[in-house]
């Protein structure tokens, strides 16, 4: 189960519950540790834990992971400083904009004042905003 934000997936009429970060959603998931592994991002940055990201493409997948999270392999030679930056560079760039839609709303102030919820039946969370 992980946490989803509501700018991105609207809350169902029909959930109740809903969170002011994403630690406090995942903590709140019948599935945490799995949504705390999946969001650990979100989680550090809204924290402001997370050091100056160094974004990479994972090869074979066009995506970007942080370097911070996921140690960038001794092969790849290119970083990015934001993750707008590093999926704009990918050869997968349309994926990699749309996996990681939320980093780069967040990154940008475009997102707001998130409200999450737990998805209830799949054990994620969502945002209700």
Avoid at 15 to 32: F, L, V
Avoid at 60 to 80: F, L, R, S, V, W
Wanted: glycine residues 10%; aromatic residues 10%; contains cysteine.
């Amino acid at each position: 189960g992980i946490c989803a934000d509501g700018d991105i997936t609207p809350m169902p009429h029909y959930t109740q519950d809903a969170y002011g970060d994403m630690k406090t959603c995942c903590n709140s998931s019948w599935a945490k540790d799995k949504c705390i592994a999946r969001m650990q991002y979100q989680i550090l940055l809204e924290s402001g834990e997370a050091s100056t990201p160094k974004f990479y493409v994972v090869h074979g997948e066009g995506i970007c992971a942080d370097g911070d999270i996921t140690p960038m392999p001794h092969y790849t030679q290119d970083a990015y400083g934001d993750m707008k930056t590093c999926c704009n560079s990918s050869w997968a760039k349309d994926k990699c904009i749309a996996r990681m839609q939320y980093q780069i709303l967040l990154e940008s102030g475009e997102a707001s004042t998130p409200k999450f919820y737990v998805v209830h039946g799949e054990g994620i969370c969502a945002d209700g905003d």
